[in-house]
C-alpha cells in the first residue's frame, strides 16, 4: 500500500546540527586591561538554536546569541554590550518576568 505524500502545510522548522568541534585544550586569557582585541559590535544572529533571543518592547532590551557571545543591546540607545567567556555555542536564553536579568553564569564576563 502506497503512502500518502506529507500535507502541504508540514514543515521542518528546526534542524539539529551537531557540533564535533572540541574546546582548546589550553586556553589562555590575557590579564584584565591587557586584551590585544576589543568587540565593539556584533551585527549578526546565530539562527542554529531555540528560544535565542529576548526581547521586551517597552524597556527596549533585546538580547540574542552569536555563537559563544551573549550581545545585550539597548534598542532606544544602540548601545551592546557582550558577554563573552563561554566555552560553547551558546543554544538558549532565559529571561526573569520583569527582563532584568536574562543569564547568569559564572564564567561570563560583560565587555
Known amino acids: 500500500m502506497a503512502q500518502n505524500p506529507p500535507c502541504s502545510d508540514s514543515y521542518i522548522h528546526y534542524n539539529a546540527r ?63 554590550k557582550h558577554w563573552i567567556g563561554h566555552p560553547e555555542e551558546i543554544s538558549t536564553l532565559a529571561v526573569t518576568n520583569d527582563a532584568h536579568v536574562s543569564l547568569f553564569h559564572p564564567i561570563l564576563q560583560a565587555r
Open 18 to 80: 551537531f557540533n564535533t568541534s572540541c574546546s582548546a585544550k589550553g586556553m589562555c586569557q590575557p590579564a584584565e586591561g591587557k586584551e590585544m582585541l576589543t568587540l565593539r559590535a556584533v551585527i549578526g544572529y546565530n539562527g542554529n538554536g531555540r528560544s535565542n533571543m529576548v526581547w521586551n518592547p517597552d524597556t527596549g532590551f533585546f538580547s540574542y546569541t552569536g555563537g559563544c557571545v551573549i550581545v545585550v543591546e539597548d534598542l532606544h540607545s544602540g548601545s551592546q
